[in-house]
């Protein structure tokens, strides 16, 4: 059974961290290149952190560059997001997503309250 299960989400004070997992389960993990996207309320899904397949190369965007670490674990078939320094309004629902050619899965997702 083909699968993406987001873990690791919580509450969180500002300027607080986190460490999300999303386990793949039913694909060869080493095709799949690996994203972690976010939807706050009442806003667009929006991409935070991607990795290579082989996981060599990452990128971020600068909302979170620097704060935010992606990393893929092969042996685990688990990609990470290593999240520093949270505001409020990194408050969301995070999803990993799974890409290769016109395969496109998504996990569940993983609420992120970030609050004192």
């Known amino acids: 059974q083909v699968q993406l299960v987001e873990s690791g989400g919580g509450l969180v004070q500002p300027g607080g961290s986190l460490r999300l997992s999303c386990a793949a389960s039913g694909i060869t993990f080493t095709n799949f290149a690996m994203n972690w996207y976010r939807q706050a309320p009442g806003k667009e899904r929006e991409l935070v952190a991607g990795i290579t397949s082989d996981g060599t190369s990452t990128n971020y965007p600068d909302s979170v560059k620097g704060r935010f670490t992606v990393s893929k674990d092969h042996a685990k078939n688990t990609v990470y997001l290593q999240m520093n320094s949270l505001q409020p309004e990194g408050t969301a629902v995070y999803y990993c997503?799974?890409?290769?050619?016109?395969?496109?899965?998504w996990g569940q997702g993983t609420l992120v309250t970030v609050s004192s």
């Open positions: 997503g799974a890409t290769w050619k016109w395969t496109i899965l």
